[in-house]
């Protein structure tokens, strides 16, 4: 198993001792309840990062003789400047602040979002950075 398995069994483990510690000081069911789902979701990304991890075979981090060099090369894709999640995100406050002032700018709001949206996604179909 991955170390990132065991971090996160480690951690979930821990909030799963914690809850009904919790639950029996405090009878607070909102905090246990949230301790539960953190346990909940711990596990959750244990499981996702140990089917992940079998899928990936010699990877130099799990090498007990891994070199730095052993992990070289390509890392992926990294996209360069964008002004879109700009946009995207003044179009979201646009229709935040058109729920408290009227629903004339969130239909604004939404229709910048939705360019917004669209010109994130398709933003390395078209210009310079065509792909």
Do not use: N
Not at 14 to 34: K, N, R
Not at 62 to 68: A, H, I, K, Q, R
Not at 79 to 88: E, G, I, N, V
Not at 90 to 97: E, L
Request: aromatic fraction near 16%; include cysteine; charge should be negative.
């Amino acid at each position: 198993m991955k170390a990132e398995t065991w971090i996160m069994v480690s951690i979930g483990t821990f909030f799963g001792i914690i809850s009904p510690i919790y639950w029996i000081l405090s009878s607070d069911p909102t905090g246990t309840s949230a301790l539960v789902m953190t346990t909940l979701l711990c596990f959750l990304m244990a499981f996702y990062l140990g089917v992940v991890a079998k899928q990936i075979p010699g990877r130099p981090e799990d090498l007990s003789d891994g070199e730095v060099a052993d992990g070289a090369g390509e890392y992926g894709f990294f996209p360069p400047y964008s002004w879109w999640p700009l946009f995207t995100a003044s179009a979201i406050a646009v229709v935040v602040v058109g729920v408290a002032i009227g629903w004339w700018l969130v239909i604004i709001g939404v229709g910048l979002l939705g360019m917004g949206v669209v010109g994130w996604v398709f933003e390395y179909y078209r210009g310079v950075h065509e792909h």
